[in-house]
Structures are given as structure tokens and as C-alpha cells.
């Protein structure tokens, strides 16, 4: 039996990429491999630009889960009355350092579409529904297939060429948040321009100031 360690927890609008505007339960997973979460660390982290805190359990909804059923209850809750298009996102920090055979069986089970949105570091559940991939430069991608690849924009030290290669469905590239966001918006813009089989996605959410 695993217990499974969750940062936060909330129903919400999917803010970003093809599923942009969908309802759904977020799941944050703690931990990530990429980047300790401690500022400390963020200068010598492989990745350096991300803007979710994953540490601890101590968010809203947030907690550590005895096994795949009570994590998969947790969802149910915050979805609320009815079975229709139930939709989860189990995001991070890193979801595959905990997502296994028994949460994605008891989430099917709960009759939810499964979406993650992982760094590509670690291969992704086979029978996850929606495989979203953001590369992070220097890290070592396996998973180089899926649904989406929502690729952060600029990133130093990632060839578009070499991505382009990877068998992803759809190839989206966002603006990296950051003081420079009108130079970064503008980068993003002149990539699908120029490659028009990327797509532009912006952080709508936000936008609308909602989680």
C-alpha cells in the first residue's frame, strides 16, 4: 500500500494548453526532481523558472492519502454531484515520482479522464489519458510522446529541431513568466510564425485571477 503525498487540491478551470477552459480537479503532488522547491536552491536548480510552490502538504485540500482510494475519494469530493465529463489533472512538481498502477485504476474507477502534466524525466503511466510534456533544458527527457508538448519559452540550451522530432499530437509553446514577459510573449509569437505546427498558449488563468 503507498501513500501518496499532495501539496493541494481544488476544482478549477484548466488554464493552459488544448484543454484550456475545461473544469477540472487539480491534484499537486509534493516533490519534484528538477528543483528542490527551496530558494536556496533555485540558482544551481535544473529548473529555475517554476512558479507552483510543491513542498510540503499543507494546501488547500492538501495531505497525505493512506492508498489509491482515499486519494481517489478526495477527487470525487471536489468535483461534486454528477458523473459527467469528469476530468483530473495530476500535476506537480514532478506527478510521476508517485503516480502508479493503483491511483490511476481508482481514479478510472471513479469514472474521471486522467490529464498530467509532467517534465518529461520519467515515463509516463500507460494508461494515463492525456500525456502533457514541458521540457526543461538540461534535463534528460524519456518521455518523448504524448498528447501535448507545452514547451516554456525561451529556454536557453533547447533546440526546437531536435523537439520537433518527438511524437506528440499537438506542439505548444508558452511565454515563460518572467519580468521579461512582453520580450518572452514576443519570442513565442515569432516561433509559430515561423514553425506554424506550433501552437501559442498563454497562462489564462492568470488572466482571470483563478487558480
Given at each position: 500500500?503507498?501513500?501518496?503525498?499532495?501539496k493541494?487540491?481544488?476544482?478549477?478551470?484548466?488554464g493552459?494548453?488544448?484543454n484550456a477552459?475545461?473544469?477540472?480537479?487539480f491534484?499537486r503532488?509534493?516533490g519534484?526532481?528538477?528543483w528542490?522547491?527551496r530558494?536556496?536552491?533555485?540558482?544551481?536548480?535544473?529548473?529555475?523558472?517554476?512558479?507552483?510552490e510543491?513542498?510540503g502538504?499543507?494546501?488547500?485540500?492538501?495531505?497525505?492519502f493512506a492508498?489509491?482510494?482515499?486519494?481517489?475519494?478526495?477527487?470525487?469530493?471536489?468535483w461534486?454531484?454528477?458523473r459527467?465529463r469528469r476530468?483530473v489533472v495530476?500535476?506537480?512538481?514532478?506527478?510521476m515520482?508517485?503516480?502508479?498502477?493503483?491511483?490511476?485504476?481508482?481514479l478510472h474507477?471513479?469514472?474521471?479522464?486522467?490529464a498530467?502534466?509532467?517534465?518529461?524525466?520519467l515515463?509516463?503511466h500507460?494508461r494515463?489519458?492525456?500525456?502533457?510534456?514541458s521540457?526543461?533544458?538540461g534535463?534528460?527527457?524519456v518521455q518523448?510522446s504524448g498528447?501535448?508538448?507545452?514547451?516554456?519559452?525561451?529556454?536557453?540550451?533547447?533546440?526546437?529541431?531536435e523537439?520537433e522530432r518527438w511524437?506528440?499530437?499537438h506542439?505548444?509553446i508558452?511565454?515563460?513568466?518572467?519580468?521579461?514577459a512582453?520580450?518572452?510573449?514576443a519570442?513565442?509569437?515569432?516561433?509559430v510564425?515561423?514553425?506554424?505546427w506550433w501552437r501559442?498558449?498563454l497562462q489564462?488563468?492568470?488572466?482571470?485571477?483563478?487558480?
Amino acid at each position: 500500500m503507498v501513500a501518496y503525498a499532495v501539496k493541494e487540491m481544488f476544482l478549477t478551470l484548466q488554464g493552459e494548453g488544448v484543454n484550456a477552459g475545461a473544469r477540472a480537479v487539480f491534484v499537486r503532488f509534493a516533490g519534484c526532481n528538477l528543483w528542490s522547491g527551496r530558494e536556496a536552491d533555485r540558482a544551481r536548480a535544473v529548473c529555475r523558472f517554476c512558479d507552483t510552490e510543491f513542498v510540503g502538504t499543507d494546501g488547500e485540500g492538501g495531505g497525505r492519502f493512506a492508498d489509491a482510494a482515499a486519494l481517489a475519494a478526495a477527487v470525487e469530493r471536489h468535483w461534486g454531484e454528477g458523473r459527467d465529463r469528469r476530468f483530473v489533472v495530476l500535476t506537480g512538481g514532478e506527478p510521476m515520482l508517485q503516480v502508479d498502477d493503483a491511483a490511476v485504476d481508482a481514479l478510472h474507477v471513479a469514472g474521471f479522464r486522467i490529464a498530467i502534466e509532467s517534465n518529461g524525466t520519467l515515463p509516463a503511466h500507460p494508461r494515463i489519458d492525456w500525456v502533457c510534456i514541458s521540457p526543461k533544458a538540461g534535463s534528460e527527457v524519456v518521455q518523448r510522446s504524448g498528447d501535448e508538448l507545452k514547451l516554456v519559452w525561451p529556454q536557453p540550451g533547447i533546440e526546437l529541431d531536435e523537439v520537433e522530432r518527438w511524437d506528440f499530437a499537438h506542439r505548444l509553446i508558452q511565454p515563460l513568466d518572467s519580468a521579461e514577459a512582453e520580450a518572452n510573449g514576443a519570442a513565442a509569437m515569432a516561433v509559430v510564425m515561423a514553425r506554424p505546427w506550433w501552437r501559442l498558449t498563454l497562462q489564462t488563468h492568470k488572466m482571470l485571477g483563478i487558480r
